[in-house]
């Protein structure tokens, strides 16, 4: 299966406890806008490069589209439609005012300059353009750009249409960027963790944890966990993994890591095979890289009871059913990494409004958001039992599913379920 059949999978299984009609189905499945661009640029040698850039603009039905940028080789049409699709239900499920997207290039930046990153991402901004922009489609960071990238992207747009740091979020800080939001997403994952443990009547004080990926999302996690006494004792990078069950010092090996460019060697720690990361003993599993990292061939091996996605897509619809029969608590994407979109909201809110708000009180509305989708979701788990995924697409797909019968003349595809 594609992770498209793996959202479409998730999505439908809410939507039959829902007992939505299959038009209503197809009106929420199908994206507005699908965008594919040829990027022709030259590298720093004077030869030509071609690159595929896709933007694919899920739904617009409860705001703005909203979604991240990925610089990947895997990255492709289906790709981006999955993961656009995922936004949609993300947004809805923190109740932020946004619909989704998402897109990327189809190029492998660790062969590429910085020089030939800024050609190829500002033609990019100049294909795409005119289907962007602060009230229509707001790209941010995901895996292979950051912040750098993305002030790239607000100045390119700005010189057609005027400054607009709208119409982008996760920039630097000193270029209109949100105090907080660097570090948002893997706090966000902090507080899905806090609040599923509690469920549990367990502290992260008594977890340990492993993390599959150290960028952006897994060392922010591994970090702000271990500050809250969580004791993280293995994670892996694309090179490799490395252990250590007295608790690996993560801030220590973020310093290697920003001086070696990865977690191998850390001399706090002995080494692992990369992928027995997902199967390693420890209480909670992050996967924090990219998707489908835990499939049928390794799902029954996993020794974590908890697995909160920090990563999109990161465990396929069969996997997943067997994490759960198995007793794993699977705390699903569209819920655990959404700390990134709503710090991004809170950029976007302040960029439209020329204000800028104290890093404490990003913390402070992130944390409430969060805790709040959490528990709603972990409640309506409880009521219906159903697992926390389902409970979070139910969630959503009522969300999604109001706002666009109220913007189409389709009310009467509405079920019951869907009002109360
Ligand atoms: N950035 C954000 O705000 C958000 C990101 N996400 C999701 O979180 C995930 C990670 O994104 P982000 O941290 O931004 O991306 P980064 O590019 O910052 O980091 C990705 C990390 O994953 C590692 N990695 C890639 N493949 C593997 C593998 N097979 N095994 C182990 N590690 C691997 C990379 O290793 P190496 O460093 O060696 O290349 C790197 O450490 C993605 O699924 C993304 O969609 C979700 C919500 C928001
Ligand atoms: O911050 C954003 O707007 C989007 C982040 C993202 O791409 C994601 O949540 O997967």
């Given at each position: 299966?594609?992770?498209?059949?793996?959202?479409?999978?998730?999505?439908?299984?809410?939507?039959?406890?829902?007992?939505?009609?299959?038009?209503?189905?197809?009106?929420?499945?199908?994206?507005?806008?699908?965008?594919?661009?040829?990027?022709?640029?030259?590298?720093?040698?004077?030869?030509?490069?071609?690159?595929?850039?896709?933007?694919?603009?899920?739904?617009?039905?409860?705001?703005?589209?909203?979604?991240?940028?990925?610089?990947?080789?895997?990255?492709?049409?289906?790709?981006?439609?999955?993961?656009?699709?995922?936004?949609?239900?993300?947004?809805?499920?923190?109740?932020?005012?946004?619909?989704?997207?998402?897109?990327?290039?189809?190029?492998?930046?660790?062969?590429?300059?910085?020089?030939?990153?800024?050609?190829?991402?500002t033609?990019?901004v100049e294909?795409?353009k005119e289907?962007i922009g602060p009230t229509i489609?707001i790209?941010?960071?995901?895996?292979?750009?950051?912040?750098?990238?993305?002030g790239?992207i607000m100045d390119e747009y700005s010189k057609f249409y005027g400054f607009s740091p709208g119409v982008v979020?996760?920039k630097?800080?000193?270029l209109f960027?949100?105090?907080?939001?660097?570090?948002?997403?893997?706090?966000?994952?902090?507080?899905?963790?806090?609040?599923?443990?509690?469920?549990?009547?367990?502290?992260?004080?008594?977890?340990?944890?492993?993390?599959?990926?150290?960028?952006?999302?897994?060392?922010?996690?591994?970090?702000?966990?271990?500050?809250?006494?969580?004791?993280?004792?293995?994670?892996?990078?694309?090179?490799?993994?490395?252990?250590?069950?007295?608790?690996?010092?993560?801030?220590?090996?973020?310093?290697?890591?920003?001086?070696?460019?990865?977690?191998?060697?850390?001399?706090?720690?002995?080494?692992?095979?990369?992928?027995?990361?997902?199967?390693?003993?420890?209480?909670?599993?992050?996967?924090?890289?990219?998707?489908?990292?835990?499939?049928?061939?390794?799902?029954?091996?996993?020794?974590?009871?908890?697995?909160?996605?920090?990563?999109?897509?990161?465990?396929?619809?069969?996997?997943?059913?067997?994490?759960?029969?198995?007793?794993?608590?699977?705390?699903?994407?569209?819920?655990?990494?959404?700390?990134?979109?709503?710090?991004?909201?809170?950029?976007?809110?302040?960029n439209i409004q020329q204000?800028?708000?104290?890093?404490?009180?990003?913390?402070?509305?992130?944390?409430?958001?969060?805790?709040?989708?959490?528990?709603?979701?972990?409640?309506?788990?409880?009521?219906?039992?159903?697992?926390?995924?389902?409970?979070?697409?139910?969630?959503?797909?009522?969300?999604?599913?109001?706002?666009?019968?109220?913007?189409?003349?389709?009310?009467?595809?509405?079920?019951?379920?869907?009002?109360?």
């Amino acid at each position: 299966m594609m992770m498209l059949d793996n959202v479409s999978f998730f999505f439908n299984r809410a939507a039959d406890h829902l007992g939505l009609d299959e038009k209503l189905r197809t009106i929420l499945l199908t994206p507005n806008r699908v965008v594919r661009v040829e990027i022709v640029t030259e590298s720093d040698s004077g030869d030509l490069m071609h690159h595929l850039g896709f933007r694919v603009q899920h739904s617009s039905a409860r705001g703005p589209m909203k979604g991240g940028l990925r610089y990947h080789p895997s990255m492709d049409e289906e790709h981006a439609a999955s993961l656009a699709s995922l936004m949609t239900w993300k947004t809805a499920v923190v109740d932020i005012p946004y619909g989704g997207a998402k897109g990327g290039i189809n190029c492998d930046p660790s062969k590429l300059s910085e020089t030939e990153l800024y050609r190829i991402t500002t033609t990019f901004v100049e294909l795409i353009k005119e289907v962007i922009g602060p009230t229509i489609d707001i790209p941010a960071p995901d895996v292979n750009t950051n912040a750098t990238v993305m002030g790239w992207i607000m100045d390119e747009y700005s010189k057609f249409y005027g400054f607009s740091p709208g119409v982008v979020t996760g920039k630097p800080v000193d270029l209109f960027g949100s105090l907080g939001r660097e570090e948002a997403t893997g706090r966000g994952v902090m507080y899905a963790l806090e609040e599923c443990l509690k469920d549990q009547n367990r502290k992260l004080e008594d977890v340990s944890v492993a993390i599959q990926g150290f960028g952006n999302v897994g060392s922010n996690a591994a970090r702000l966990i271990a500050q809250r006494g969580g004791k993280i004792v293995a994670i892996s990078d694309i090179q490799g993994g490395i252990a250590n069950n007295d608790g690996l010092d993560v801030p220590a090996l973020i310093d290697w890591v920003n001086s070696n460019g990865s977690v191998q060697n850390f001399p706090g720690a002995h080494a692992i095979d990369g992928n027995e990361i997902i199967v390693y003993k420890a209480d909670v599993l992050i996967p924090a890289a990219l998707e489908e990292a835990i499939t049928t061939e390794n799902a029954g091996r996993v020794q974590a009871t908890i697995v909160i996605e920090a990563a999109n897509g990161p465990v396929t619809c069969k996997a997943h059913d067997m994490l759960v029969q198995q007793g794993v608590t699977v705390v699903p994407d569209i819920l655990a990494n959404a700390g990134g979109v709503t710090a991004s909201y809170f950029e976007w809110s302040q960029n439209i409004q020329q204000f800028r708000w104290d890093e404490s009180r990003v913390v402070e509305e992130l944390e409430k958001v969060m805790r709040r989708a959490y528990r709603n979701v972990a409640d309506l788990a409880l009521r219906d039992d159903i697992d926390l995924r389902t409970a979070a697409f139910v969630l959503a797909i009522k969300r999604v599913a109001r706002t666009t019968t109220l913007r189409r003349a389709v009310s009467h595809l509405l079920p019951a379920s869907l009002l109360e």
